[in-house]
Every structure is written in C-alpha cells, then in structure tokens.
C-alpha cells in the first residue's frame, strides 16, 4: 500500500468531508504531513500555529513555513505568540506543561469562534509507544497502559489523532515523497525531557536487544484495551449501584462501597473522572470513617465525609451544596445567600432577625459544614427539650416547596445547629455561663 493511500485511509476512517476542522501545525514533520494528506484529499481545515517564543529566530521560521504553506493551499491561518516563560512562572508549572496548557486553550478559543468541529493533531504510532513507556515508569493503572486515544476531550473540546496508528516510518517517507515543506526542531535531539530520553535512548537500547519489541508493545497496548474496554464496563455498572448523582453533586454510598473489594481500587475509579489521582484516593481512604466536614480537595473539587457518604461538589462555594468552614472564615458564599460570620455586637436583640444567629463559640467543633438539608436531618429547635425533624418543622412553618428545596442546615459535628434564616438548635444557644459568641447572618441573594 502506498504511502498516500494509508494516509488517505488514516483520515477516512476517522474525519467526515462535510465538517471543518482545525489542526495543530507546528512546522515540524509529523504535522506538515497531517496538514499536506489532509489538503490533497479534500477535507476542510483551519490550521493553529504557538510561537512560544523559546528558540529565538527558530520559533519565527517555524511559524513563516507554516504560514506560506497555508498562503499558497487558501488555508485559514492563525498563530499567536505566548510568553511561555512568563506563564510557567507564573503557574509553577514546567515548560512542557505550560506550553500544553497554552495550546489547548487556544486551540478551544479558535474553536469555538470559529465553529470548527474538532481540533486535529499529527501524534502516531511512536509518540503511542512512547506515552505507554512513560507511563510504566511514572506508576499507571490499565487507562496508563492503553495510551493515547484517537479521540479524547482536552478542556472539553474535542481532540482527534487521525494517524494514531500509523508508523513513523511511514509519515517519513511520505513527507520524501510528496516533497512536503517541514523544519526540524533542535530540541527533539536533546535528552532533557523524558519523552525525549524514551524516543532517542530507551527504546532503541530495547529494540536493539529484541526487534521484536515495537510490534509486540504494540499489539500488547491493543490487548490492554480491549481488557480496559471490559473493565471500565464492569467498573460503570457497580458504580452506577453504589454512586447517585444530586444535582451538581456525586454522593457515594459507603456501605455499598464497603461491599466492593478492594474498596481503595473502587473509591479510586469513582473519583478519578473528576481529577483526583492514585496518590489523592488514599488520603480519601483516611477519611471513610472520620467526622463529617473532613475533605480531600483539588482544584476544581472536593470530597466531603458527610454520614454514611462521600459527597463530590465543586470547589467554588457557590456552586456547591456542601461547604466546609474553618474556624478562621469571615464570609462564605453560597448558592443563594452569603453568610458572614464574626462576633456579636454587645447590644444585638437575640430575636429580631432570623436570619441571624447568636451561638455559644465552645459547644461548636470545626470546621463546620454547611450544606443542604436532608431527609432525616433532625435539631433541637431553639426552646425545645424534644428532637424534631427538619422536613417535619419546614412543613409546620408553612414553608414553600421552593424554598423547602434551597434551605440549608449548618453542623457542628454531625449536629445541626442551625436551620439558617430560621431557628437555631437549642443545645448551642447563649446562656448566661457563655464567654465566646458566634455571630452569624446570612444575606440573601436577590
């Protein structure tokens, strides 16, 4: 088979003729050829270039090549220059990973103004072998083993790697063939990087003992797919039964989870979807049997120990039902209210406002949790000596079902203290043998 003709079937077997795409060029072999097949057979495109301003007079080169060539076929063209330096200082982060997050942003950005259906990009057969390597070394599970996906999601926005697996080799003597323009880039010869290391030192010493080794790695990751193809069929049906979604919120059921051995293999595949890694999914092993409100978090989310549950909501407050307070907060924001927290003034009316509650500081335990109420959440109403249901009070309160569904419980170690901009619990209300007080308001949303 012909070079251009396993590319041609490369793109036919994954783009559609009647979409525009735009694909990632950085001048350099792989992509220029992606660029070029893509071109002679027809397909709409868009094409993105990063000048991350790293390699001087290079980078430039590097964006007039692609430029031309996208002047000389008609093709929609643009670039950007980023101050790559400038942002991995500012995001701690290294140079590899900032300028992936800088890419990825734009491409979406191009994206979505343009209305472009996916972004393409030039990885094959070798950047797949080389990704498995780098995993087994870095520790992976069976999603490690299978490597990069044809089609995959980045910031929501569709990724497609139509030449995925097509050899190197191949993409070579395409680009000879055809004549296609491209640039070498100086740093794929250094060793700095560990992809670098794995392409130009690793994996030829293996293959050097044993030819074997790129064809057999490679129907080996066709194996762990089809084996993770399975797994992930399994691992979504249990967790269907053992996790619930409330609105924004995932709870996991803990004595569903109990049942599941090894249980820290199966908490790790329910929170893995939201950005927690192995290493996090043992931290929230620490916390299955401690108080309510302790939390594992990363930076879009939260895992709160609330019962007989893991709840996942959002980092942001105010998209969460679950809310952790420390004992050094001044103000937390909610859904749709904010609560301020401080001491009282000496002359506040202990009755005038429900919307504000006066509790005695030492009979509170933090952090405390604030969050939507419950069927089966019970508090001693403020001047009662008897336990009442919440459900029960909102309904003696005459309170409307769409308020009913916005209110929240504040706790205090599984006891809730207060019903907010209602009543608070009786076993924290002042008495005269209190020293520190609690001040809290809630300020409604309009």
Request: glycine residues 4%.
């Amino acid at each position: 088979m012909s070079k251009a003709k396993s590319i041609a079937l490369a793109l036919a077997a994954n783009l559609s003729k009647s979409k525009k795409y735009l694909v990632a060029v950085s001048g350099g072999m792989d992509s220029m050829a992606l660029l070029h097949g893509l071109v002679v057979n027809g397909y709409r495109v868009a094409v993105a270039h990063c000048n991350y301003q790293l390699r001087g007079e290079d980078s430039n080169a590097d964006q007039k090549l692609v430029q031309d060539f996208c002047t000389k076929w008609q093709i929609d063209f643009y670039s950007k220059n980023f101050d790559t330096l400038a942002f991995i200082k500012e995001h701690k982060v290294g140079i590899q990973e900032g300028a992936r997050m800088l890419r990825y942003s734009y491409f979406q950005e191009l994206c979505e103004a343009n209305k472009l259906a996916a972004v393409l990009t030039a990885h094959h057969a070798a950047d797949q072998l080389e990704t498995v390597m780098m995993n087994i070394c870095r520790g992976t599970g069976l999603d490690g083993l299978t490597g990069i996906k044809i089609e995959s999601k980045i910031n929501n926005q569709l990724i497609v790697r139509p030449l995925l697996n097509l050899d190197k080799q191949l993409i070579q003597k395409y680009i000879a063939a055809m004549q296609v323009p491209y640039r070498d880039d100086a740093s794929n010869s250094k060793t700095d990087y560990l992809r670098n290391q794995m392409r130009l030192l690793v994996i030829p010493a293996i293959e050097n003992a044993d030819p074997r080794f790129t064809k057999t790695m490679q129907g080996n990751i066709d194996n762990w797919t089809n084996v993770n193809t399975i797994y992930q069929a399994h691992i979504s049906k249990q967790l269907h039964k053992a996790c619930s979604q409330r609105g924004r919120e995932l709870y996991l059921h803990l004595n569903a989870f109990k049942k599941l051995q090894p249980i820290s293999q199966w908490i790790y595949e329910a929170i893995k979807p939201y950005g927690f890694s192995y290493l996090q999914s043992q931290e929230v092993m620490k916390i299955l049997d401690a108080a309510n409100g302790k939390m594992v978090a990363n930076d879009k989310y939260r895992i709160v120990k609330q019962d007989d549950f893991l709840v996942i909501t959002s980092a942001e407050s105010a998209e969460s039902n679950h809310i952790i307070i420390e004992h050094s907060a001044t103000e937390v924001a909610a859904a749709h209210f904010t609560l301020h927290l401080n001491a009282p003034n000496k002359t506040e009316n202990l009755n005038t406002n429900p919307n504000i509650a006066l509790l005695d500081a030492a009979k509170l335990e933090y952090p405390l949790l604030l969050r939507i109420w419950k069927e089966g959440d019970y508090f001693y109403p403020l001047g009662m000596d008897k336990k009442k249901k919440v459900g029960r009070f909102l309904i003696d309160n005459k309170i409307p079902l769409l308020q009913k569904e916005k209110t929240y419980v504040l706790e205090s170690n599984h006891k809730i203290v207060w019903v907010v901009g209602m009543r608070i619990d009786n076993r924290v209300k002042i008495t005269d043998s209190s020293k520190e007080v609690l001040r809290l308001e809630a300020k409604w949303k309009d």
